[in-house]
């Protein structure tokens, strides 16, 4: 055993003590047994203080072995894991007494899956590291820091070798240093074929319409001959037949981008005989630098000459498109800073475009703007979708121009015409599809019923209030086709309806593949009717065998609208727009000046001191809330509104910009300023202060941002979004002043689109782009570092094994324990300072306590020897017992009297010792007066006193 005394100088503080215990002895002496104990335990309490101080360790040398096995569970290594284990659960079995083991677990980080102890039991694996990699260098760290203090330690390595993070060569001055007995379990498989893309590489930045080279590494372990294909986003740039070697082989592909933003590249290798297809596919990016890329989208009616030759002019890279023609996925609207639709229908966008415009305008900071035509905004289907989310008006009229009530009778023909297919799709179909769009486009204090008719008519729809729409979308949808067609009684009946209803407007659509046997003449009167009552009619002719003449009268007359269609899948389109125009108040055809509400940045550069041009016509709409209404009608409806939505900002025009309503401004030389003031507005600025750094971890990003500008309130969120529709949002955590950093985990390789933004206060102050190419694990390459176990366990003269017996065989170095006694010490001197605080508060005699309790244990030993004498001597009556034990028992009742005497006699001393320590003059009260002498008649003098 040794000894190391860290603070010298304070046991100097002993002898002081034993010094100072003497001195008081001596100087407050007589002390009672009580005082003395008391003293002594104080003195105690010192001593042990000043030890604890004096951080004293003693080092007990012992065969205190700990081994720590450490699992590689890596993908490279994940056929081996259930062996691994039952090879560490077998070692630990056959353990030597007194041992301690523990497991990590290791990838690309290490985790404790049994923490040392003595339990000869390791049944199941239950942690999970991160496998993509494998990191031998961290796992035999983690495996140093498990280790307790003192003792001897031991490391089992059970791993390939192939080692992709880390170094473990840097690990061998630590295992020298800590005398580690170093051993290594090698896994070993078979390799078959072998192929992957190894590296893809473009150049960080490009500009467009630069011609640029893709480098492509593959590796392979065989011959082959391959497919390689390339690439960008959705679109193949290119493909080769090419012959691979064994080893590493190079090839270049060229290509050139026409827009600009962040580009992703995909390669894919496809070889016969190829084991492992995970590694097949590698994903880079590049940015491309350009001029601002808008994407002009062109409604069926829409004129855009006049808007796309002023946004050439500007300078922008404009690309114009159909709406069936609309991107579908968020990494393709992502291609483009901001978007224009003219004039565009809701349903001649792909479904994809309307499910990620809120996106990416909300949360990557996409630009939006809308110009007006009969084809936009609420003639344009827009209501309650994501379009009126994102824009800065609403759909419908709110305030003072709200439209009035409204009453809607649907006149529906089921006959047996109607069973003709388009496009897959029954009229009838169609039709009643068409009844719920009108239905959607109702509020709820307008009035709705529905009748069909064939040869006879059936009230589908009674008239009543548009409350619970699921129940009328019920009854619409329970139409059957059957019989002729007979129109008149049908809407005979509609006109009945309709007289019911108390709705300021009221509006009949009739629709009808068919011929009526009733002449026009038949139906003069009905439609007297109809003009005296206010009721307006509007029909729908389907297809060639519909009586179109007949239907335009009616509508002619019935100051309604009539259409005709052969393109079944408009019948929804025309019921919708009907509704809506059947109000009277969104398609405004009037001249009119602008009113200018906001002297907002969309107006700089344009002059309007002068007045600005007239309208001839609008959309009606009405603005929201957080909207900024910049010009306005003379009815008060917005004419030009901007929001920011998000991150992003959005821009209405509500009057048109192919010169139906504003050839004024078309002509006006400060129009092509505000038209592009419109569209530059809405293109996103991106902070320059922050720096966004995407790195892969694993399957994770590591996302850091930097921005030592950045105030102490805000927040750093961010969101993302794959190539393969994996998206989501996260926040981002200060590490350091002004850094912050979070990690992502990802479940798809391939290009990813991040966003930035720094907020403050719910408001967005500074967005940032970044972009990332999640790649395959590392652990699906050719690995050549296996050598570097051979390097050390040369090193640290360890040791390969083959079996788990030989894990605990060899002898390791006798360690030496080390215990610190400062924390033991400082207990007991707490306990001892609080025995010393009960002992003094209660007045305890401690030496009449100690004694008492010793003459109790006496007591009890008597009583115990004399029951078994008892117990004795009732044997030798009943069993006529030996002569010899009959004295064996004399003996015991002697020493057993002699006992009780010197107990007896032992009482008297203690009576005798409290007599001797009563006060004198209790003594003298105890005396008997007829003993005592009367003294006072010889005191009555002062010499006599004196004498006495």
Known sequence: MKIEIGNLYFLILIPVIFAFMYYSFKKYKPWSKNEIAVFISRVV????????????????????????????????????????????????????????????????????????????????????????????????????????????????????????????????????????????????????????????????NISVGEEFSVSIDIKSNYATKAKLTLFSGRNKVGEQQVQIQKGKNSFVFKDKQSSGGFKGYRVLIEADGDKNKVNNEF????????????????????????????????????????????????????????????????????????????????????????????????????????????????????????????????????????????????????????????????????????????????EVVPLQKVGDKEAIRELISGIQIRGGTSIYPALEQGYNMQMQSSAKIKHTILLTDGQDGY???????????????????????????????????????????????????????????????????????EEFTPKILSNHEILAGVKTSDGIPSLLGYIGTSIKENAVEILSSNHDEPILAAMQYGIGRTVSFTSDVSGQWSKNYLAWEYGPQLIKNMVYFTIPKYGEEGKLNISQEGNEAKVEFYNDKISKDAKVKGIYNGENGEEGEFELSQVEPGKFQANIPLSSLGFYNFSIREEESGKIKNNYKGAFALQYSDEYKFNTNGEKLDVVIKETKGSFINKPEEVFEGKLQREYKKINLTTP????????????????????????????????????????????????????????ISAVDAKEQNKLKIKSSAEAENQNSAKKNEIKDKESKKPKKKLEKEVPKKDSLDTSALLKKKSDRKKI
């Open 45 to 204: 309490i010192f001593i042990l203080l000043i030890l604890a101080f004096g951080n004293i360790t003693i080092n007990l040398k012992g065969r205190n072995i700990s081994t720590v096995f450490l699992l590689d569970v890596s993908e490279s290594a994940s056929d081996f894991e259930e062996s691994g284990k039952d090879f560490i659960s077998t070692a630990i079995e056959s353990m030597p007494r007194g041992n301690k083991a523990g497991v990590v677990l290791f990838g690309d980080n290490s985790k404790i899956d049994k923490v040392l102890n003595k339990k000869k039991e390791y049944k199941s694996i239950n942690e999970k590291p991160v496998v993509t990699a494998t990191n031998i260098q961290e796992a035999v760290e983690s495996a140093l820091g498990l280790f307790e203090r003192g003792g001897s330690r031991r490391i089992v390595l059970i791993t390939d070798g192939e080692e992709n993070q880390g170094d473990i060569l840097k690990s061998i001055p630590l295992i020298n240093e800590q005398k580690i007995d170093f051993k290594v379990y090698k896994i070993t498989g078979e390799k078959g074929d072998e192929i992957y893309v190894d590296n893809v590489k473009v150049p960080d």
């Open 283 to 458: 994903s880079t990016f590049t940015n491309v630098m350009d001029k601002p890329n808008i994407l002009l989208i062109n409604g069926v009616k829409g004129d855009s000459k006049a808007l796309e030759e002023i946004l050439v002019n500007s300078g922008a890279n404009i690309k114009k498109i159909s709406p069936s023609a609309s991107p579908s996925t968020l990494n393709e609207l992502l291609e483009y800073k901001s978007i224009v639709l003219n004039d565009v229908h809701r349903d001649d966008l792909s479904n994809g475009f309307m499910d990620n415009i809120e996106d990416y305008v909300k949360d990557y900071g996409g630009g939006l703007i809308t110009f007006g035509g009969e084809d936009s905004y609420a003639l344009g289907g827009y209501k309650d979708t994501s379009l009126e989310k994102v824009l800065p008006v609403y759909m419908d009229k709110r305030g003072k121009n709200e439209v009035p009530a409204i009453s809607i009778n649907l006149i529906i023909d089921k006959s047996g015409s109607m069973s003709a297919e388009g496009g897959g799709v029954s009229k009838l179909t169609l039709a009643k599809e068409a009844a719920m769009k009108a239905l959607e486009n109702l509020r709820e204090v307008d009035e709705i019923s529905v009748i069909a008719f064939d040869d006879t008519y059936d």
């Open 519 to 589: 002449g026009f003449d038949n139906y003069a009167n009905l439609l007297k009717n109809f003009n005296d009552n206010n009721i307006t009619l509007s029909t729908v002719a389907v297809g060639e065998g519909a009586n179109a003449d007949l239907l335009n009268q009616l509508a002619s007359i019935g100051k309604g609208r009539s259409y005709y269609t052969d393109i079944y899948t408009d019948i929804p389109r025309i019921f919708a727009k009907e509704v809506l125009l059947s109000a009277g108040t969104y398609i405004i055809n």
């Open 825 to 880: 010490l400082i207990i007991i001197s707490i306990l001892l300072f609080m025995l010393d605080i009960v002992y003094r508060r209660l007045n305890i005699d401690l030496v009449r306590f100690f004694k008492k309790r010793k003459d109790k244990v006496k007591k009890e030993k008597i009583a115990k020897n004399n029951n078994s004498v008892k117990v004795e001597s009732k044997a030798i009556k009943g069993n006529n």
